[in-house]
């Protein structure tokens, strides 16, 4: 079966001054997949995906999404995409400190103004109850747990149903059990058909990956494709994955 | 919008009330000086209008019917005048006060007071000069004070006569004492003047005898030139106050960008445009400007009615009316301080669009800073420092910006001092529109003044002119005016010694006495251009 892909990145570079970090990527982002992003540390992983994300402008090449350009976009449309089609997670969550749980979950659904107010507040409560944080919505942000922050922040990503969810380190700021509760909402949702684009470099959460893509030197250095995940079968996936990470010189 | 907002404000909680504060305290000074100040030049006309004052004052030291010389003028509707006595009074604080008496109650909403008392202009009272039931001689005639009235004529601090009303017996008592000099004020009301005619009052013939010949506008001058200093000053100080206040915000912007670079960075990755971005700073600093405007407004209520008062006591009338709020001052200062706000704050957002959503990602703002910031200034020759020390300074501009900021602030404040007081300089009347002396002539000679008076009026027309008996007398090297008396007035106390009894005896005042080191019984020798002699001293 075939994928449609849903981004296509044609020959992006990225420079600062004379520092080459991203050589000529080419590269398809697949519908529906788990792709996490992984390299050695200062490879450029989380460049590329602020590169694919219109986080930041390559210095050139394409970035194809549904037949249009990103790097061509005006500020205004760039926001619409940001706001419409991309959902984003942070290494450091990045909530809004001074508003409320719900306010900041809110926040994106606001912004957009394709719905009511009073649907997006509904969507919000769904998705936090669904994150099990349904006791925590009119709580200050700085009282919460990392793990709870990140929740917070997965469902502030959700709010607008984008088409491609990235993110950036998840679990870097967090204990392992946070970790793989936080983990296991991501895979919930690609289980439900979500895009996620992912960097890290935590071998827990490369196991949920449907691809993996090795970043060396500036290029993508190995490329593979996975079986969806299953909890089941955690050691053999695990033994896998491992194997493979290794033969990239991980 | 509403919720970035008040992040945005939550951020910063500090300089957000910092600005409230000073944008209420400069805006309600401003508002309430600019209101009361309004208030006094126009209550006061009304005040001028109703008690039918005249369009011209003209005061005449003389026991001759003036009004028919007046009447005669082409340009005079009417005249009436007043006729009264002209005496100093000793005040309570040991104040000379020149009043004019009269019992002329026209013009004057005031019952006529009883026999042997007085009602004073209400100058004197707010002065601290009298209060009912003080008692003062006129000559013989002792007088009570009755009350106080205002005086909307010569009421004004600034006028040298202030008046007092007495019943119609106690008047012609007063004026039947000897000595007492005979005085009277015609009220005459103007047309327009037509052009190109002749007898019109400003060749009024007699005026050079007048004492003084007052117009509308220039009373209306003297009432409102102490509001108008105080006025200058306090906005002066409203406008540094709103300057540190823009100060303020231009600070807390750029260093509250610098923190929040991440913050902002999240909010342009959640789909925000730099427009939405700055609109949201626009409107929470602007919001803060305006709780302090809104703020002065409802306060400036209250404050303009005490500055109001305040002006009408400087000006010596007492019973000030409400003062409403004044739509057109409140709107300008509002528009005013808001242009402004909005010109910093547009001016201090520029950073937030350099600012690239991968901002939001941890460690990439070192990154930058680390890529493009310090200058090595080790090596290079002296004049490349320079050059490297400006690039810096250019480089660093917001940084220097509070410098640049406090120092012109300071540069501005004090230019503004320095004028004032150069305008203040010995020509507070010029400034003012207020009439000065323009010549000073010193002749103990009468006819000699009126013949001088007369060829001067040929080549320049003298509006009014009066004058004043003194000596100059030099001591070493300074010349002093002094006050000359044939008869002693009855303000003046003998200290020691006696009034002088025979026509070598001679009174001087007690600082004078100082000054020569004299002591009483001492001789003094009287120097004038026609005569020299000895004179016995005893002292006041
Ligand atoms: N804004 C920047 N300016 C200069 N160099 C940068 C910037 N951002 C990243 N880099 C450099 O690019 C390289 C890749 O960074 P990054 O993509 O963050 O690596 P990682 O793979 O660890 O996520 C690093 O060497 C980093 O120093
Ligand atoms: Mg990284």
């Known amino acids: 079966m075939s994928k449609s892909n849903i981004i296509k990145v044609q020959q992006l570079s990225k420079h600062y001054e004379n520092h080459k970090i991203l050589e000529n990527i080419d590269l398809d982002i697949f519908e529906s997949d788990f792709t996490v992003i992984m390299g050695p540390s200062g490879a450029g992983k989380s460049t590329l995906l602020q590169n694919i994300s219109t986080m930041d402008k390559p210095t050139s090449g394409k970035v194809i999404f549904n037949q249009q350009d990103l790097t061509q976009f005006t500020d205004k449309k760039l926001s619409q995409f940001r706001k419409k089609d991309i959902g984003f997670i942070f290494q450091s969550f990045n909530l ?12 994106p659904g606001l912004l957009l103004k394709s719905e009511s107010k009073q649907q997006v507040i509904q969507r919000a409560k769904q998705l936090l109850t669904g994150l099990g944080l349904d006791g925590h919505m009119d ?7 990392g793990g709870q922050k990140q929740r917070v922040a997965i469902a502030r990503s959700l709010i607008n149903q984008p088409k491609i969810l990235f993110a950036d380190e998840p679990t870097g700021a967090l204990d392992s059990t946070a970790g793989i509760e936080v983990l296991d909402s991501l895979t919930l949702n690609n289980q439900n058909g979500q895009t996620i684009v992912m960097v890290t470099h935590d071998l827990k959460a490369a196991l949920r990956a449907d691809r993996i893509l090795f970043i060396k030197d ?9 079986t969806p995940y299953d909890a089941s079968q955690i050691k053999a996936r695990r033994t896998e994955i491992e194997s493979w990470l290794q033969e990239m010189g991980w | 919008m509403r919720k970035i907002i008040k992040s945005l404000i939550m951020g910063q909680k500090t300089f957000m009330v910092t600005i409230a504060l000073l944008t209420f305290v400069s805006a309600l000074t401003s ?14 006309r009304s005040a001028y209008r109703t008690d039918q004052l005249p369009d011209v004052l003209v005061k005449m030291d003389n026991d001759n019917d003036i009004t028919t010389g007046i009447k005669s ?25 020149a009043l004019f008496i009269s019992n002329d109650v026209s013009n004057l909403n005031l019952k006529v007071p009883d026999n042997h008392k007085i009602i004073l202009s209400s100058y004197l009272k707010s002065s601290d000069n009298f209060k009912v039931g003080d008692t003062f001689k006129i000559g013989q005639q002792q007088l009570t004070v009755q009350g106080f009235y205002d005086d909307h004529l010569l009421g004004s601090p600034l006028f040298k006569y202030k008046q007092g009303i007495v019943s119609k017996e106690t008047m012609q008592i007063l004026q039947s004492q000897k000595g007492q000099q005979k005085s009277q004020l015609a009220f005459v009301n103007a047309v327009k003047k037509a052009e190109n005619s002749s007898n019109l009052l400003s060749d009024y013939p007699d005026r050079l005898q007048a004492d003084l010949i007052y117009d509308k506008g220039y009373i209306q001058k003297a009432y409102t030139m102490l509001p108008t200093i105080v006025a200058l000053v306090i906005i002066l100080a409203a406008v540094f106050l709103f300057g540190i206040c823009l100060f303020v915000m231009r600070f807390a912007l750029l260093s509250g960008i610098d923190k929040d670079r991440q913050k ?26 305006l709780v302090g405007l809104f703020g002065a407004v409802v306060a400036s209520f209250w404050t303009s009615n005490l500055a109001f008062k305040f002006f009408w006591q400087l000006n010596g009338l007492t019973s000030a009316q409400h003062v409403p709020i004044n739509i057109i001052i409140v709107s300008i200062i509002t528009l005013i301080m808001v242009g402004f706000s909005t010109i910093i704050i547009l001016l201090s957002l520029r950073p937030v669009g350099s600012i690239s959503p991968a901002a939001a990602f941890q460690g990439s703002q070192s990154k930058v800073i680390s ?83 007369q060829k001067i009026n040929t080549i320049t027309p003298i509006k009014s002119s009066g004058y004043n008996q003194e000596t100059k007398i030099l001591l070493s090297k300074d010349v002093i005016p002094v006050h ?9 106390k003998v200290l020691s010694g006696h009034q002088p009894k025979q026509s070598k005896d001679l009174l001087l005042s007690s600082n004078l006495m100082k000054t020569l080191h004299l002591s009483v019984g001492q001789t003094v020798r009287v120097k004038t251009v026609t005569n020299d002699s000895c004179w016995y001293v005893s002292n006041n």
């Open chain 2, 484 to 492: 000359r008396y044939s008869q002693i007035p009855h303000e003046i």
């Open chain 2, 31 to 44: 508002m309430t000086i600019l209101t009361a100040y309004r208030a006094n030049i126009s209550q006061y």
């Open chain 1, 218 to 226: 500036g290029k993508i250095f190995g490329d593979r494709n996975f």
């Open chain 1, 96 to 107: 809004i400190e001074h508003l409320s749980v719900l306010e900041n979950v809110c926040l």
């Open chain 2, 371 to 453: 890529s493009s910031g310090h200058l090595k200034l080790t090596k290079s020759k002296m004049p490349l420092q320079i050059a490297l020390a400006f690039k810096d300074y250019r480089q660093k501009i917001g940084h220097y910006m509070t410098f640049t900021l406090v120092i012109s602030l300071f540069v501005f404040l004090s230019l503004m001092i320095m004028t004032l007081n150069q305008g203040f300089k010995g020509k507070i009347n010029g400034l003012f529109g207020l009439p000065s002396v323009d010549l000073i002539m010193q002749t103990p000679n009468d006819t000699l003044r009126h013949e001088s008076l």
């Open chain 1, 139 to 145: 709580q200050a942000i700085t009282h919460l747990s």
């Open chain 2, 264 to 289: 902002i960075a999240t909010f342009k990755t959640l789909g925000m445009t730099n427009r939405q971005v700055n609109l949201a700073y626009v409107m929470s600093y602007l919001g803060s400007n």
């Open chain 2, 73 to 97: 003028l082409k340009n005079v509707k009417n005249v009436t005048s007043k006729v009264g006595i002209v005496s100093q009074v000793m005040a309570k604080n040991d104040e000379n006060v």
